[in-house]
């Protein structure tokens, strides 16, 4: 339960500018996702707001309190800012049994030892790993000795928990089941949780809102949907959504009551109103078109609703869906369809959308420029 | 917009720098381990850098008009420019050239061919042999040197008839024969090289196997597949992968060669074969102390050198090891027709080479005259002799004798207080290397800590004799008093020698602690005490025991460092030893010096029983 505040945090790694000129707010009670591919500074940030790393400039405020000024050299120990974090590998120490890992904490704030004993076992049971308590980490499985980390994590009640990609390390299987607990222990503490990822199936399940990391600059922070519905820029719509976008190369002329387009998939309309503020208000552009797999049908036989001709490059049926590669004109699209159906190479084959829902970016800036609506 | 020109307060965030630098215990530690560092090993060198400049009271004869205690360039010319140069320093300098460079190839090739041998190929008996080859490192050069005295020694120059003398003397050759057949070999260059080559060889052994045995197989497989011959593969892949330790041994092997004094001592002076090692002894001895420090300065200056050749020879090709980690290899190098004779050779060489001075040690040990190899001769006085005029002036043999009951305590008093303190400070300062690893301080306590190795183990002892003879004060306080003569002073020489070997074993100890482990206690609000009395000195437990073994037997041995520095009362096994053999009496010296080995290879035996002693690791040092 706390508020944090970063602002302009920059952070260099000798030469290597890590964070560049951060800010970013967390609410209080946010499951807040940082996401970005690697070396995206997003551990960077997770360190530098438990305390591991001391950034060159810039605040941090927790719950309106200045916990980090760098002008003024002054940066608060992470023992007293109320926060725990999670490793990535976990960080158990190997020479103590579980309980002695989940006590550490409690016995250094010289906790009472049945105040210790109770505190223990809440968390361990919770972690639904209290028959393992005598154990030591060597003698657990990887999914249990996540669950020891996160157990100590959350003992001492800690009012911002950070997590740094700690299901990387779990199976597949194991990592779904965990991503469930895991938002089940946010809805019941309710503590802020930073939750720093690669995947961003986990970000979009889990988080109320994505940070999303490029080099480190933050490009977009939305709520899940919001990202996913409409992402600020090109990078941003690739990087979410699996399988990944569809980006069609066109034309356009705007003007006051909108913008034609052309490319591919045909000409559309689209009206002023679905348009961002700072879309181009008149004269000629290069757009590019970005659509969902999710939002491409697909027919054997042209229609109404499907009047794009296209020929199967490849067809990929999974049982609950089915990918199949369609080439129009010059361009490669990825259908998703519902349901195991077989493509035969080179068929044609009619693809259709609603306009509505693609989004447009301006080829030159980079920039959303037409919502989904 | 950011705010470049925000108003903070100058004083609060110069309050919060000091702050955080004088609360953290970790940073205090450091610094004081610079200052002690910084005294203990800067100090001395600028100490004798200076005196080297210092006219001294015996000399001013030598220089018209001069006063004691003035800046002179008298010895700094003596030594390079005068006419007694040639004798005084070249002739010295070559020979340890001589020595330094003829150890270095021999030990390299015996190592290497022995490291290929026992790793790569089908070599029969290897338990045996890999027992066999360790053995040298645990017999101190000196001990080899008096072993190699008893096997080859003559009656003129040696004063009785060794072990191969006194047969050829059964068989009725003449002395004048004899004398010309074996002095070479007995005394003098060849006897020097063939000894430390047999001891040195250890080195390069170790490093080139622990290199071989971590290079990735599969690369000298594809080599086959291609259809390289085995000479080839050998050549053009094998040995370009195994040059870095090779080079590294090789430093190693050159700085110590250069350095040795006690082997020079035994088999060079008889005949007037003087190195720069031989020389700075005994001008010390005779109080020519410029002189003495001009030597070791120069010394310092050759190991220095060697020492950034070998860098820039390695380079950036730190170790191949680390690339196509696998390594391991399933399948040998057949030796094909060769192999009977390969493992004849080795078992010659090792019987001859290692097994049999040892025996014949074991043997003059017990012969009442020297010499006279009978069995009527055979006696065990220099054991547990009562007392007999007759005999080595009545002194009793060494069990009963209170001279080596003395020694005896006084090594294994040495050996414990300093493995204690030499793991102590050498794991703090592994720590601080680990920790400090790629920062400023880190590097700087690294860099620090690394110089008494390139200190010859002769002149280290000099100088800690010269400077803390004297008491030491700062601004009229005294902090340290005369040390000449106590055990501190043994004790403080041996704990600096030895700590770049110490801090070594202790960096590669605590780099094997993840930093997450701390930090992850950090979080939790444990202080800089509490995590490395319940994280970090619990995880590196291990290391401090193998450490403290090393250590161990590293001192027990230790002749050359201390050699100057001892007196009767503090005496050690070693300079017992070196004492009988310069009075005469081998037969004594070869029992201490057996006593002191076979100490030596229990206490390292446990250690590899018990602990986790890795040789090869802390000789990378």
């Known amino acids: 339960m706390s508020k944090i505040e970063l602002t302009h945090i920059d952070k260099f790694y000798g030469k290597n500018h890590v964070l560049k000129d951060l800010n970013l707010t967390i609410e209080d009670g946010d499951f807040m996702t940082l996401l970005g591919p690697s070396g995206c500074g997003k551990t960077t940030t997770l360190r530098v707001v438990s305390g591991l790393e001391k950034p060159q400039s810039g605040f941090i405020h927790m719950d309106g309190k200045e916990i980090v000024n760098a002008a003024e050299a002054y940066f608060a120990p992470p023992s007293k800012r109320n926060l725990n974090l999670v490793f990535q590998s976990y960080a158990l120490w190997p020479h103590m049994t579980v309980f002695d890992n989940v006590a550490f904490g409690l016995k250094i704030r010289k906790e009472s030892s049945d105040v210790i004993a109770k505190k223990v076992a809440s968390a361990l049971e919770r972690m639904q790993i209290g028959e393992y308590a005598k154990r030591y980490p060597t003698e657990l499985s990887g999914g249990q000795q996540q669950r020891v980390a996160i157990a100590r994590a959350i003992v001492s009640e800690p009012r911002l928990l950070l997590l740094d990609e700690p299901l990387s390390n779990l199976d597949a299987k194991l990592r779904v089941d965990m991503r469930a607990e895991l938002k089940r222990l946010h809805h019941e503490t309710g503590t802020t949780i930073i939750y720093v990822t690669h995947d961003q199936v986990e970000a979009l399940t889990m988080s109320t809102k994505i940070a999303l990391f490029r080099k480190g600059e933050l490009v977009q922070v939305a709520p899940p949907l919001e990202l996913y519905d409409n992402p600020v820029n090109l990078y941003t719509a690739d990087f979410i959504g699996n399988p990944s976008i569809n980006f069609v190369k066109g034309t356009a002329t705007a003007d006051a009551a909108g913008m034609v387009t052309e490319s591919s998939v045909g000409q559309i309309s689209f009206d002023r109103a679905d348009m961002t503020p700072d879309a181009a208000q008149s004269g000629k552009l290069d757009i590019t078109l970005g659509i969902r797999p999710e939002q491409l049908t697909i027919s054997r036989t042209a229609d109404d609703e499907h009047r794009i001709e296209g020929h199967v490059y490849s067809g990929m049926p999974a049982g609950s869906e089915t990918l199949v590669t369609v080439r129009v004109g010059g361009d490669m699209l990825t259908v998703k369809e519902l349901g195991s159906t077989h493509y035969a190479s080179d068929e044609k084959v009619y693809l259709g959308f609603n306009p509505k829902k693609v989004n447009v970016f301006d080829t030159n800036t980079e920039n959303l420029i037409k919502y989904c609506v | ?621």
């Open chain 2, 1 to 621: 917009m950011k705010p470049n020109e925000q108003n903070y307060s100058k004083s609060r965030r110069l309050k919060n720098q000091v702050m955080a630098v004088v609360t953290n215990p970790y940073n205090v530690i450091v610094l004081i381990a610079i200052v002690l560092l910084v005294y203990l090993i800067i100090f001395p060198l600028v100490d004798m850098l200076s005196t080297t400049f210092q006219l001294s009271q015996r000399d001013l004869r030598n220089v018209p008009g001069g006063v004691p205690g003035e800046f002179t360039f008298y010895y700094w010319k003596r030594l390079l420019a005068s006419d007694l140069s040639m004798n005084l320093l070249i002739k010295p300098l070559l020979n340890s050239l001589l020595i330094g460079v003829g150890v270095s190839v021999c030990a390299i090739v015996l190592g290497s061919v022995l490291a290929w041998l026992m790793v790569r190929s089908d070599l029969p008996f290897k338990p045996f042999f890999s027992l066999a080859v360790i053995i040298p490192y645990m017999i101190p050069s000196w001990v080899k040197s008096q072993a190699w005295l008893s096997m080859f020694k003559t009656p003129r120059v040696g004063g009785s008839a060794g072990f191969v003398a006194s047969i050829m003397s059964n068989m009725g050759v003449s002395n004048e024969m004899i004398e010309t057949l074996l002095s070479p070999v007995a005394y003098g260059a060849i006897a020097i090289i063939i000894v430390l080559t047999l001891h040195y060889y250890a080195y390069t052994y170790l490093l080139v196997s622990a290199a071989l045995n971590s290079v990735n197989s599969e690369l000298e497989e594809m080599g086959e597949i291609q259809g390289a011959s085995k000479a080839l593969i050998l050549r053009k892949i094998t040995l370009p992968l195994v040059m870095p330790a090779m080079l590294s041994a090789v430093i190693l092997t050159f700085s110590k060669a250069i350095g040795t004094f006690g082997t020079i001592n035994y088999l060079g002076s008889p005949v007037g074969f003087r190195t720069l090692s031989s020389e700075l002894y005994s001008n010390s001895k005779s109080q020519n102390t410029q002189t003495a420090f001009a030597m070791a300065i120069l010394m310092i200056c050759i190991a220095a050198l060697s020492v950034f050749i070998n860098q820039k020879l390695i380079g950036t090709r730190k170790s191949y090891a680390t690339v196509g980690g696998k390594g391991g290899r399933s399948t040998l190098i057949g030796l094909g027709g060769w192999k009977p004779i390969v493992t004849i050779i080795l078992f010659i060489f090792f019987i001859v080479g290692i097994i049999m001075p040892v025996v014949i040690l074991i043997v003059e040990s017990c012969m009442l005259k020297e010499g006279v190899y009978s069995l009527d001769n055979f006696t065990l006085y220099y054991w547990i002799g009562e007392g007999n005029p007759n005999i080595m002036e009545g002194v009793p043999g060494i069990f009963k004798n209170s001279n080596f009951q003395n020694s005896l305590i006084n090594s294994l008093k040495l050996t414990i207080v300093n493995g204690v303190f030499g793991t102590l400070f050498g794991q703090m300062l592994g720590y601080i290397c680990a920790k400090g690893r790629g920062k400023f301080h880190g590097r700087l306590v690294e860099q620090l800590v690394f110089i008494p190795y390139l200190i010859p183990s002769v002149a280290f002892g000099g100088i800690y004799l010269s400077m803390f003879s004297k008491p030491q004060t700062l601004f009229g306080v005294q902090l340290v008093p005369a040390l000449y003569g106590t055990f501190a002073l043994l004790t403080l020489t041996s704990v600096v020698k030895h700590l770049p070997f110490a801090s070594r074993a202790g960096t590669s100890n605590m780099l094997q602690i993840s930093g997450e482990l701390e930090e992850a206690a950090m979080i939790e609000g444990a202080g800089f005490f509490k995590r490395f009395a319940k994280i970090v000195f619990p995880l590196s437990k291990g290391g401090f025991i193998s450490g403290f073994m090393l250590i161990f037997v590293s001192i027990m041995k230790e002749l050359d460092l201390i050699i100057l520095i001892m007196t009767p009362k503090t005496s050690t096994l070693p300079y017992l030893a070196f004492q009988y053999q310069n009075q005469n009496c081998p037969q004594a010296s070869d029992c201490v010096a057996i006593v002191m080995f076979s100490i030596v290879f229990l206490v390292y035996a446990l250690a590899n029983i018990f602990g986790d002693a890795d040789l090869a690791k802390s000789m990378a040092g």
